[in-house]
Structures are given as structure tokens and as C-alpha cells.
């Protein structure tokens, strides 16, 4: 590109502010709702604590491992897959493209489900999210919010920073009064989370929040998944960290100041979204409404984020040979149309899917923060193999002890995540990486190669091993019931 090119593309890049709120966007979803309650039946205040230090120190290591990538490696757009292809290779980096794909769209089927559930309470028809009559309504949505992102996704990623703002103010009007009425005798009695006040007891409290704190924290990547469109590179790295640090700040605010309202048993047995039962103790029925609009809102906005994110995430990859290539086409407003119909399409099976599902939402999300875990410690891995092997140091090498042990760090922590998610999270994810594929072999077939290396090969057997034990196992449970 010419320098006159790259001058006109850089004035009408994305900003900071905008990439900071689709960060923002993208992690602020229906999860910070239901944190007073999902902690509470896990812990008390000093495991909380500590929980959120372990997850803010792990996922701020790798916040700054997406900054440092997207200023090391800036040839690499749609970061999440373009580094794990970089660092592994074209199979690996394909499963992390598209399990981060079927991620985002897995987990925006939770998104409808929860709006459905919280209308409800009006509409009875929606039941708890599952019935006929919500599948058809949130599939409507689905296509509503797809013609929209069809008209450009610069447009859509301004008006997800006006949801961004809008979404935020009852959760932070939340943080205020909860503080003002947190009562210290309250805040006292449910420092522990159990009769047990041992180191292991604490622990296992501690081990019981992490995928909570996991699914909180997708979406830490937002804005390296959209570096080809920031206004100025190094953008990418500053707005993927002040996006995490502020929701960070709120995420563990909400959490805290809940143990100083209620006693522990009684947020455990809130009803979802609980953040509006804790402010209702407060100040009363109204209080449940505002939450309840926030979550529409909330979710809402970070469908549109992840919608976006999960489009973008084939597109790049198709332009890169790394998907087939119908993947790549744009429509006369540079929207990637056949990626973004992928997606819906996708959102859409999977939302008539839980017509047949006793415990859907429950096992979407489940699913969500399995695939989204292997995109994480790839990416990772690649920073660490970075500065160990000194690649893009060899000019500029001040940094390279910090980016080691950052590096380390989050590659320590994201393949903790995985142990403590025990093998069956690992299982579920093969159930949607083997028949994946079928995109990988296409992929190959167009570019006239050989469809697998002799590794490939292994790892595509093991793959399709792990999704046959993990579909005999979900048959086996559900003959169980």
C-alpha cells in the first residue's frame, strides 16, 4: 500500500476509545449479572478475593501478551488464530479460528436464552428461554442484528460503543449503592466461605470459581481481533488493556460488595440475574427492574460484539487461505457477508437445538469456555516462544525479560484453567473440531496441497477419538436420566 493509502486507511481507522468499548463490550455480558450468586455458592470474601487476584494477575498476562503481540507481530491481524497459526501451524492455528468461531457463537445462543428467561417473568410464553415461541423471537433478532452488521462493521462497532455506555450505568449505579448500604456485621460473617477454614478448604472454594471468572473474561482479545482496523497499530495493545483493567476493577467490585448486603446462604439462592435480587434487598422491587434492563441491554451489546468478532475471526482466516475461500467475500460496505452468514446461520441451528435440551444454557456455556481456553493458551505459547527464541528481538531487544516471564505467566495460567476444567471441557470441544475439519480439508483442496502431514494426521485422529469418547459419554448420561 502507498503512503498516501496508508495515511487515508489510518484516517479512518477505529480509535482508542471505540477499540477500548468493544473490550469492554465484549466481556461485560450477561456474567457480571450473575457473579453474587455464582460466588456465593462457591465461597466467601477472602476466597473471592483471592479468586479475583489469581484471575486478574493470570488474565492481565495475557492482556499484555495480545499487547505485546500486536506491537511485535503486526503483520498478524484477527490475533487470536493469525498466532496460533504462526507459532504451531496451519492445523493447530485452524482449530484455534475455528474454535474461537464456534466459540463466540456458541456462547451468543446463551445471550438469547438469558433475555428470553429474564422476559419471562412478563411474558410467560418465554418460559425459561427454551420454548417455541423464544427460539422464533431471538432467531428474528438473530437476522435483526445480521442486516445491521451487513451495513459496515465500522458503524457497527460505534453503535456497540454507545451500548457499551448505555449498559454500564446500571451496573455502575449498582457498585454505588451497594456501597453506600454495605454493613460491616454482614461483610464480617461471610469472610469465609465454609465451616472449613483450612488452606485446602480455601483452595477448593478458590479451584470452584475459575471457570466463573474464565467466562467473565472472554472477549480480553477484542481489540486484536479487529487490528486491521485500528487507527494506529499500537492502539490494539492499549485499549486491550485498559479495557481489562476496568472491567476487572468492576467485575471484583460487584462480587465484594454483595458479601456486605446479604449473608452468604441467601446470594446463594438468589434467582438469575442476581445482581438484581442483592439490589432489591436494597431498595426495593424497582431495583430488580433496573437490572433486568441492564441485562437486556448488557447482553444485547455483547452479542453484537461477539457477532462481529466471530465474522471477522473467517474472514481473515479465508483471506489467508487459511478457510475456504468463499469465506472472504465482502459486500459493497466491507462487511464479511459470507463469514457473517456462517455465523447466524450457526447461531441459529444451535438456538433450535435447546428446544431439545433440558439444561441448554448450561451446557452452551460449559461449551463456550472449553473452546475458548485452547485459542487463549496457543496464543500464549507463541509469546513465550518468542522470547525465547529472540524472533523480532534481534532489533529491539529491551523487553525481552518482561515479555518472558509475562509470557510464561499466562501460558502457566491458561494451561492451569484447562486442568482445573478436567478433562470433559477437552472432550466437548473435539465434538466440534472434528467435523470442523471438513473447512480445514476444503481449505487444502483449493490451494492443490496434501491434506494432512504425518502430524496433522495424528492430531486429527486424536481429535476424533476424543469427540467419540465425549459423545458416548453424553449418551451414557443421558440413558442415566
Given at each position: 500500500?502507498?503512503?498516501?493509502?496508508?495515511?487515508?486507511?489510518?484516517?479512518?481507522?477505529?480509535?482508542?476509545?471505540?477499540?477500548?468499548?468493544m473490550v469492554v463490550g465484549s466481556m461485560v455480558g450477561a456474567g457480571v449479572f450473575s457473579l453474587p450468586?455464582?460466588?456465593?455458592?462457591?465461597?466467601?470474601?477472602?476466597?473471592?478475593?483471592?479468586?479475583?487476584?489469581?484471575?486478574?494477575?493470570?488474565?492481565?498476562?495475557?492482556?499484555?501478551?495480545?499487547?505485546?503481540?500486536?506491537?511485535?507481530?503486526?503483520?498478524?491481524?484477527?490475533?487470536?488464530?493469525?498466532?496460533?497459526?504462526?507459532?504451531?501451524?496451519?492445523?493447530?492455528?485452524?482449530?484455534?479460528?475455528?474454535?474461537?468461531?464456534?466459540?463466540?457463537?456458541?456462547?451468543?445462543?446463551?445471550?438469547?436464552?438469558?433475555?428470553?428467561?429474564?422476559?419471562?417473568?412478563?411474558v410467560p410464553a418465554f418460559g425459561e428461554g427454551a420454548t417455541i415461541v423464544a427460539v422464533v423471537v431471538?432467531?428474528?433478532?438473530?437476522?435483526?442484528?445480521?442486516?445491521?452488521?451487513?451495513?459496515?462493521?465500522?458503524?457497527?462497532?460505534?453503535?456497540?460503543?454507545?451500548?457499551?455506555?448505555?449498559?454500564?450505568?446500571?451496573?455502575?449505579?449498582?457498585?454505588?449503592?451497594?456501597?453506600?448500604?454495605?454493613?460491616?456485621?454482614?461483610?464480617?460473617?461471610?469472610?469465609?466461605?465454609?465451616?472449613?477454614?483450612?488452606?485446602?478448604?480455601?483452595?477448593?472454594?478458590?479451584?470452584?470459581?475459575?471457570?466463573?471468572?474464565?467466562?467473565?473474561?472472554?472477549?480480553?482479545?477484542?481489540?486484536?481481533?479487529?487490528?486491521?482496523?485500528?487507527?494506529?497499530?499500537?492502539?490494539?495493545?492499549?485499549?486491550?488493556?485498559?479495557?481489562?483493567?476496568?472491567?476487572?476493577?468492576?467485575?471484583?467490585?460487584?462480587?465484594?460488595?454483595?458479601?456486605?448486603?446479604?449473608?452468604?446462604?441467601?446470594?446463594?439462592?438468589?434467582?438469575?440475574?442476581?445482581?438484581?435480587?442483592?439490589?432489591?434487598?436494597?431498595?426495593?422491587?424497582?431495583?430488580?427492574?433496573?437490572?433486568?434492563?441492564?441485562?437486556?441491554?448488557?447482553?444485547?451489546?455483547?452479542?453484537?460484539?461477539?457477532?462481529?468478532?466471530?465474522?471477522?475471526?473467517?474472514?481473515?482466516?479465508?483471506?489467508?487461505?487459511?478457510?475456504?475461500?468463499?469465506?472472504?467475500?465482502?459486500?459493497?460496505?466491507?462487511?464479511?457477508?459470507?463469514?457473517?452468514?456462517?455465523?447466524?446461520?450457526?447461531?441459529?441451528?444451535?438456538?433450535?437445538?435447546?428446544?431439545?435440551?433440558?439444561?441448554?444454557?448450561?451446557?452452551?456455556?460449559?461449551?463456550?469456555?472449553?473452546?475458548?481456553?485452547?485459542?487463549?493458551?496457543?496464543?500464549?505459547?507463541?509469546?513465550?516462544?518468542?522470547?525465547?527464541?529472540?524472533?523480532?528481538?534481534?532489533?529491539?531487544?529491551?523487553?525481552?525479560?518482561?515479555?518472558?516471564?509475562?509470557?510464561?505467566?499466562?501460558?502457566?495460567?491458561?494451561?492451569?484453567?484447562?486442568?482445573?476444567?478436567?478433562?470433559?471441557?477437552?472432550?466437548?470441544?473435539?465434538?466440534?473440531?472434528?467435523?470442523?475439519?471438513?473447512?480445514?480439508?476444503?481449505?487444502?483442496?483449493?490451494?492443490?496441497?496434501?491434506?494432512?502431514?504425518?502430524?496433522?494426521?495424528?492430531?486429527?485422529?486424536?481429535?476424533?477419538?476424543?469427540?467419540?469418547?465425549?459423545?458416548?459419554?453424553?449418551?451414557?448420561?443421558?440413558?442415566?436420566?
Open positions: 500500500m502507498s503512503e498516501t493509502g496508508s495515511k487515508a486507511g489510518a484516517a479512518r481507522g477505529v480509535s482508542l476509545p471505540i477499540l477500548t468499548a450468586r455464582n460466588f456465593a455458592q462457591a465461597t466467601g470474601v477472602l476466597g473471592a478475593l483471592v479468586a479475583w487476584t489469581i484471575a486478574g494477575v493470570g488474565m492481565l498476562m495475557l492482556a499484555f501478551v495480545f499487547q505485546t503481540l500486536a506491537v511485535r507481530k503486526p503483520d498478524l491481524n484477527a490475533g487470536v488464530y493469525a498466532y496460533a497459526k504462526e507459532g504451531f501451524g496451519q492445523y493447530p492455528g485452524f482449530f484455534s479460528a475455528f474454535g474461537y468461531w464456534a466459540s463466540a457463537c456458541v456462547g451468543n445462543v446463551t445471550y438469547w436464552v438469558l433475555i428470553k428467561s429474564t422476559l419471562g417473568l412478563v431471538s432467531t428474528v433478532g438473530v437476522w435483526g442484528f445480521h442486516f445491521m452488521i451487513l451495513r459496515g462493521v465500522r458503524e457497527a462497532a460505534r453503535i456497540n460503543q454507545i451500548v457499551t455506555i448505555a449498559k454500564l450505568l446500571p451496573i455502575l449505579l449498582f457498585v454505588v449503592i451497594v456501597a453506600v448500604a454495605l454493613r460491616g456485621e454482614v461483610f464480617g460473617a461471610n469472610l469465609w466461605g465454609g465451616a472449613g477454614h483450612s488452606a485446602g478448604a480455601l483452595f477448593d472454594q478458590i479451584r470452584a470459581t475459575m471457570l466463573v471468572t474464565v467466562f467473565v473474561f472472554l472477549g480480553v482479545e477484542g481489540a486484536s481481533v479487529y487490528s486491521r482496523y485500528a487507527r494506529v497499530r499500537t492502539d490494539v495493545g492499549r485499549a486491550t488493556v485498559l479495557g481489562f483493567l476496568a472491567v476487572l476493577a468492576l467485575f471484583a467490585s460487584v462480587t465484594i460488595l454483595s458479601y456486605g448486603v446479604l449473608p452468604k446462604d441467601n446470594l446463594a439462592g438468589l434467582r438469575q440475574p442476581s445482581m438484581g435480587g442483592v439490589l432489591e434487598s436494597v431498595i426495593g422491587v424497582w431495583g430488580a427492574g433496573l437490572i433486568g434492563v441492564g441485562l437486556i441491554v448488557s447482553v444485547l451489546g455483547a452479542y453484537l460484539a461477539w457477532t462481529l468478532m466471530a465474522a471477522e475471526v473467517l474472514f481473515v482466516a479465508a483471506k489467508d487461505a487459511d478457510m475456504p475461500a468463499f469465506l472472504a467475500r465482502e459486500n459493497r460496505r466491507n462487511a464479511p457477508v459470507a463469514a457473517l452468514v456462517m455465523t447466524s446461520a450457526l447461531i441459529t441451528a444451535v438456538l433450535f437445538v435447546t428446544l431439545f435440551s433440558d439444561d441448554a444454557f448450561t451446557f452452551t456455556l460449559e461449551l463456550t469456555s472449553a473452546l475458548s481456553l485452547i485459542p487463549y493458551l496457543l496464543a500464549a505459547g507463541y509469546a513465550l516462544r518468542l522470547a525465547l527464541t529472540g524472533e523480532t528481538y534481534d532489533i529491539e531487544s529491551r523487553g525481552r525479560g518482561k515479555d518472558l516471564a509475562v509470557a510464561a505467566l499466562a501460558t502457566v495460567y491458561t494451561a492451569f484453567l484447562i486442568v482445573v476444567a478436567g478433562p470433559k471441557f477437552l472432550l466437548l470441544s473435539c465434538i466440534i473440531y472434528a467435523p470442523g475439519t471438513i473447512l480445514f480439508v476444503l481449505t487444502r483442496r483449493e490451494r492443490g496441497m496434501r491434506v494432512f502431514s504425518p502430524a496433522e494426521l495424528v492430531l486429527f485422529a486424536v481429535v476424533v477419538v476424543g469427540a467419540v469418547l465425549a459423545i458416548v459419554g453424553l449418551i451414557a448420561g443421558w440413558l442415566a436420566i
